[in-house]
Each structure stands twice: as structure tokens, then as C-alpha cells.
């Protein structure tokens, strides 16, 4: 099967691009659930890591060879530093935070994505698009300023990790959006996890102990497992399958904007289970940050337009 030449229609890339972040909304639930009760949060990375690349190896014996261009391959390097940075700052985020927070401030990814661009891709930076980066920022500054003092879940550290993840995820976009058209999605994960996999051992190999992963080592609730195996295949393979088949189609920004349905599905699934608390700020802040990605995406070239 060769899917490195295929270009899906526009509606494919948007589902795909949808069904990653309903994933992406559920993965901070799982998280939170076994994180670090039950494993550490970096010996937790280095197994996604690890699962990553034995799933899109395995899955690559069922498509066509791709023969990875020795320039690219220093991008697939490159990328899978800046996707093993996201991973760890999201694993260790859920220390001192909560899955609506996470989610909260990924919202701000597109945000993100388009400062970097108008940085490292010198993409245009409109009125419209800064006033939007204001008014998402406002939304961000909420979160942060209306809850340390009244809600321990709002942890300066944890948010911090949060922003740390959003900056990493916003790279690992723009990084891969060139070689995500030349590549299948099989060929890419592969290298990538691959590689992450060998950049994240020491720091896994460090922290593995029965005391910091007793679920490697004891008997642990099946509910722990049911979790720990949730994240593995829908949110670390069928997620990262699912993503540069959006990124053949769409612009980074533009599969980003699917990131206001990400706190929405986690905040509903952690007040439900108990993992979080409703505060009034929480909906106000996701109000603005939606605001502000609509006039990010909302501003661009009408051939901008047309293409996506």
C-alpha cells in the first residue's frame, strides 16, 4: 500500500484532524488516572515511546517501502526531540496539574503556531491575527491568575510544564508539516518513536524503580492497565497515524484550531470522574482562547482560504 503519494480530500484531513483531538481530550483523563500513582512520568514516556515504534514498525510491513532521503532524515531526528520534549512536558505536567488544565492550555496551540510561524517561516502577522493572540493570551493569563491561590490543581509548575508542552507540540507541527507531504504517516512515526525512544531511555532507565512504576513491577487495578493501554493505542498510534494525514492536506494553524474541542471532552470527563473541580474562571478563559483562535485563523490571504 503506498500512501506516501496519496493526497486525501480536504474532508478527510478534517476528520482526521477531528478525531485526534477527541483523542487528545481523553488522553489527559488516562494521564492523570495512572500518573504517578502508578508509573513515572518519564519511565510512562519512554514506554509510548517504545510502543510508538514497535506499532509503526509492524504497521510498515503492511505498506509500500519508502526510502527516506538522507536531508529528511536529519528532520525526522529533529523531529522526534522536539515530540519526545512535548511527551515528557505533558507526562510530567500531570504531577502538580489537572487533565482541564492541560487541556485548558493546549487550547492556545494555534496561538502558538502562529507566533512560530511569524518567527521561523516569516508568515504575516495582521491586526486581526494580533488581536487575536491578545485576546487568547487574556484567556491564558486567567487561568493562571484567578486560580493558583484558589484551586491546587493550578499548580505554577504545572502550568508552567502545560506552556512547555504547547511550545513543543506547536514546533513538532511546523517541523513536520514540510516532510508530512512527501512522507506516509507510517513512515514518519516509525522514525520518529524510533529515535524518541533512544532520546528518552536514559531519563526512563534513571527512574525506573518498583517504588516510582509499581505497575511494572505489582499487581495494579485492571482499571490502571485499561488506561496505561488506552493511551498506547489510540493516543500514541492512532493519533500520531491520524495527524500527518491531516498535516498532507491542511496548514499547521488550521489542524490546530481542533484543539477548542480538547478541553471541552477532558473537562467534562474529569469533573464526571472526579478528577477535577468546576470553577467559574475555567469556561471564561475558554471563551477568550476560543476568540482569539478564531481571529488567528479567521485572518489569513483568501487563497489561504481556498486551500484549506
Known amino acids: 500500500m503506498n500512501t506516501s503519494s496519496y493526497t486525501p480530500p480536504k474532508w478527510v484531513g478534517h476528520l482526521a484532524a477531528l478525531a485526534v483531538y477527541i483523542i487528545f481530550g481523553i488522553n489527559p483523563n488516562c494521564s492523570k488516572a495512572i500518573i504517578p500513582e502508578y508509573i513515572h512520568p518519564e519511565v510512562f514516556t519512554e514506554v509510548r515511546m517504545l510502543f510508538g515504534a514497535a506499532g509503526f514498525w509492524l504497521l510498515s510491513l503492511f505498506f509500500k517501502h519508502e526510502k527516506v532521503e538522507k536531508k529528511d532524515m536529519g528532520l525526522f531526528v529533529f523531529g522526534a526531540v522536539v515530540l519526545a520534549g512535548t511527551l515528557v512536558a505533558f507526562a510530567e505536567a500531570f504531577r502538580y496539574t489537572s487533565p482541564s488544565y492541560v487541556s485548558l492550555i493546549s487550547a492556545t496551540s494555534p496561538l502558538v503556531v502562529m507566533i512560530l510561524a511569524a518567527i521561523f517561516l516569516k508568515e504575516p502577522i495582521s491586526i486581526r491575527k494580533s488581536a487575536g493572540v491578545f485576546v487568547g493570551i487574556c484567556g491564558a493569563l486567567m487561568i493562571v491568575l484567578f486560580s493558583w491561590k484558589i484551586d491546587a490543581n493550578a499548580h505554577p509548575l504545572g ?86 494525514l491531516s498535516l498532507k492536506v491542511l496548514r499547521p494553524t488550521t489542524v490546530s484550531m481542533y484543539s477548542n474541542l480538547q478541553p471541552v471532552v477532558t473537562a467534562c470527563v474529569a469533573i464526571a470522574l472526579g478528577q477535577d473541580i468546576f470553577t467559574w474562571n475555567k469556561p471564561v478563559a475558554l471563551v477568550l482562547i476560543v476568540v482569539g483562535v478564531y481571529l488567528v485563523t479567521t485572518s489569513r490571504a483568501k487563497d489561504d482560504v481556498q486551500r484549506n
Request: charged content about 5%; overall charge positive.
Open 159 to 244: 502550568l508552567l510544564l502545560c506552556f512547555v508542552n504547547i511550545l513543543f507540540y506547536a514546533a513538532y507541527l511546523l517541523i513536520t508539516r514540510s516532510v508530512s507531504k512527501k512522507y506516509s504517516p507510517v513512515t514518519m512515526m516509525k522514525w520518529m518513536f524510533l529515535y524518541g525512544s533512544i532520546i528518552c531511555a536514559p531519563l526512563a532507565i534513571y527512574h525506573l524503580s518498583q517504588e516510582t512504576c509499581p505497575m511494572l513491577y505489582n499487581a495494579v487495578p485492571v482499571s490502571a492497565w485499561l488506561n496505561l493501554m488506552t493511551i498506547l493505542i489510540f493516543a500514541t498510534v492512532v493519533s500520531y497515524f491520524l495527524l500527518p
